[in-house]
T-cell receptor, first 113, second 116 residues
Framework: NAGVTQTPKFRVLKTGQSMTLLCAQD?????MYWYRQDPGMGLRLIHY???????AKGEVPDGYNVSRLKKQNFLLGLESAAPSQTSVYFC????????????FGPGTRLTVT | AQSVTQLDSQVPVFEEAPVELRCNYS??????LFWYVQYPNQGLQLLLK??????LVKGINGFEAEFNKSQTSFHLRKPSVHISDTAEYFC??????????????FGKGTKLSVKP
């Protein structure tokens, strides 16, 4: 029972390159989230999904796209990476209903040079 | 808009001393409150949460937090810390819809450093 996994764990990109981060869960939860964590900034929500086939924008969506084609996977894409996107990215999942906590993956450390 | 303020960015403390990490939130509606812990190079792990009822909430690893509605605070406490408690702690509040979307607003974090 892996919970929430993220692939890759580390990645270095050059400015302008593209990549996709994968979040996978075996918890069968409906809600999935992508956050970025920057020093002194806490976690900021990029995009989220309340179910298969649905996505919505969070606080800092610019420069990112997402897809949720399967319930267990939530993909975060960077079409043209910029140095400002250097960050640690976390995926989280949550079951439906009020008051449930989010479960986080181990993170992906991305550096854009 | 809702916001969360963690009043201390860093808290150094000696082993076996008590600690309090402060969190204040702003909201015009009832909220759910959470404390998460992040150990170095790991994801976030839930320490405890307040949904309703008793204002004193007990969590894992000996931590507890007290919800104070009049002061809009949710401070985290531990009576005696260990070296292993060294980590970053995040306070979070549910979104303005009362939590049905599950969106959390996080504070900027407090780094707890426990020294021998």
């Amino acid at each position: 029972n892996a919970g929430v996994t993220q692939t890759p764990k580390f990645r270095v990109l050059k400015t302008g390159q593209s990549m996709t981060l994968l979040c996978a869960q075996d918890m069968n939860h409906e809600y999935m989230y992508w956050y970025r964590q920057d020093p002194g900034m806490g976690l900021r929500l990029i995009h989220y999904s309340v179910g298969e086939g649905t996505t919505a924008k969070g606080e800092v969506p610019d420069g990112y796209n997402v897809s949720r084609l399967k319930k267990q996977n939530f993909l975060l894409g960077l079409e043209s990476a910029a140095p400002s996107q250097t960050s640690v990215y976390f995926c989280a999942v949550r079951r439906t209903g009020k008051g449930y906590e989010q479960y986080f993956g181990p993170g992906t450390r991305l550096t854009v040079t | 808009a809702q916001s969360v303020t963690q009043l201390d960015s860093q808290v150094p403390v000696f082993e076996e001393a008590p600690v309090e990490l402060r969190c204040n939130y702003s909201s015009s509606v009832s909220v759910y409150l959470f404390w998460y812990v992040q150990y170095p190079n790991q994801g976030l792990q839930l320490l405890l949460k307040y949904l309703s009822g008793s204002t004193l909430v007990k969590g894992i690893n000996g931590f507890e937090a007290e919800f104070n509605k009049s002061q809009t605070s949710f401070h985290l406490r531990k009576p005696s810390v260990h070296i292993s408690d060294t980590a970053e702690y995040f306070c979070a509040v549910s979104g303005p819809d009362g939590g049905s979307q599950g969106n959390l607003i996080f504070g900027k974090g407090t780094k707890l450093s426990v020294k021998p």
